[in-house]
């Protein structure tokens, strides 16, 4: 993997609070990473810089630099959901996933994560301690600033149901906690009363036994495999399920005939037509292109409008 190993953010002392002086520890970043290395589908173009914090402090003080210096800043979770552009993205990517890694089990039954948690880790773990909750998101490849954003879900649950609390931190030197009242969880969208980055989450789960949960994980990871193209290079689904159309988007792609039409290397899976995956050496714009051409077919066959569900970072042609 190539770029530098960077010292650039001096880390104040403290709790990094605004006007404390400077430390002399320091922040991981690199520059002209190539994104494709960093997303599950093994696509993208390089990013100008990567800042990958150790803790929710650190956000907080990059945030706060880059604003500063007005570069943009991207936040990376899993590239579980991400399409970056094959010119690449011109912004410092905040990647959570590699050091924001903490889960912690409180007395009181609750469990804390930060943001870069994988959802299959935590799934597992809570299977460890008899608690029940995260079954059904076990087998989705994000970490948890990823799933609390997105919303994710599967098999009739979503993340937002055992949720307590979210914190995010902000470009003013702010990290502020939210209730899960106070969140609006929607369908793959969460609409937070402020902006900011996902630091750390709280959730409360339900009692169970290791063997039950493991087993529904089990079962549910075992519906998946048989459904989906698994192991395969992907960003999930690629469009959203229509609102008010009784059928999926896969379904709808297949009906356009759309399944395993192909650009370049980028193809709709066979298995699962509204899976997008990367055969080998596929580009950005092989799948825009392909993306183009499933919702055109959609709505000229079935009179459907599918919006993606991915999220497109970087220059696409119109
Ligand atoms: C094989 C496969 C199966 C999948 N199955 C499902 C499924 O069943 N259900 C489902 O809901 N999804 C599914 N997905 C999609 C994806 O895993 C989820 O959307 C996941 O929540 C994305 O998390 P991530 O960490 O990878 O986010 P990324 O892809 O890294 O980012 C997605 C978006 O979230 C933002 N973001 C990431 N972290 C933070 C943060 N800490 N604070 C603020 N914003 C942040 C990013 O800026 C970006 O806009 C699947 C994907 C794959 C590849």
């Known amino acids: 993997m190539s770029g530098n190993w960077e010292k650039v953010y001096p880390r104040r002392s403290g709790d990094g609070g605004r006007g404390a002086a400077a430390c002399v520890r320091n922040i991981e970043v690199s520059f002209h990473l190539k994104m494709r290395d960093y997303t599950t589908v093994?696509?993208?173009?390089?990013?100008d810089r990567v800042a990958f914090p150790r803790s929710p402090a650190d956000v907080?003080?990059?945030?706060?630099?880059?604003?500063?210096?007005?570069?943009?800043?991207?936040?990376?979770g899993a590239g579980s959901n991400l399409l970056v552009a094959d010119a690449g993205v011109a912004a410092t990517v905040l990647c959570t996933k590699k050091h924001l890694s903490k889960v912690v089990f409180l007395a009181d039954g609750s469990v804390v994560a930060e943001a870069g948690v994988m959802?299959?880790?935590?799934?597992?773990?809570?299977?460890?301690?008899?608690?029940?909750?995260?079954?059904?998101l076990s087998g989705i490849p994000g970490t948890v600033g990823g799933a609390m954003t997105m919303n994710a879900g599967a098999y009739g649950h979503s993340i937002g149901e055992v949720?307590?609390?979210?914190?995010?931190?902000?470009?003013?030197?702010e990290i502020r906690r939210i209730d899960a009242r106070s969140?609006?969880?929607?369908?793959?969208?969460?609409?937070?009363?402020?902006q900011g980055v996902?630091?750390?989450?709280?959730?409360?789960?339900?009692?169970?036994?290791?063997?039950?949960v493991f087993s529904l994980m089990r079962q549910l990871n075992e519906k998946?495999?048989?459904?989906?193209?698994?192991?395969?290079?992907?960003?999930?689904?690629?469009?959203?399920?229509?609102?008010?159309?009784?059928?999926?988007?896969?379904?709808?792609?297949?009906?356009?005939?759309?399944?395993?039409?192909?650009?370049?290397?980028?193809?709709?899976s066979e298995k699962h037509a509204n899976f997008l995956v990367n055969l080998g050496r596929a580009t950005a714009a092989d799948v825009r292109r392909l993306m183009d051409?499933?919702?055109?077919?959609?709505?000229?066959?079935?009179g459907v409008l599918l919006v993606p569900e991915v999220k497109l970072w970087g220059e696409f042609d119109a």
């Open 42 to 47: 093994g696509i993208g173009g390089a990013a």
């Open 60 to 76: 907080r003080e990059i945030l706060v630099t880059e604003r500063r210096s007005g570069r943009p800043v991207r936040v990376l």
């Open 119 to 136: 959802l299959p880790r935590l799934a597992v773990l809570c299977a460890l301690s008899g608690l029940s909750g995260m079954e059904s």
């Open 163 to 173: 949720t307590e609390w979210v914190e995010l931190a902000d470009g003013e030197g």
């Open 183 to 194: 969140l609006r969880f929607g369908y793959r969208e969460t609409e937070f009363p402020v």
């Open 198 to 212: 996902v630091v750390r989450a709280g959730f409360r789960f339900a009692d169970g036994t290791r063997e039950g």
């Open 224 to 268: 998946r495999r048989g459904n989906q193209p698994w192991g395969e290079k992907s960003f999930g689904s690629t469009f959203r399920n229509p609102p008010r159309a009784p059928e999926g988007a896969g379904i709808l792609l297949e009906r356009a005939g759309m399944k395993g039409a192909r650009e370049g290397d980028a193809c709709f």
């Open 293 to 302: 051409r499933g919702q055109r077919a959609v709505r000229e066959r079935c």
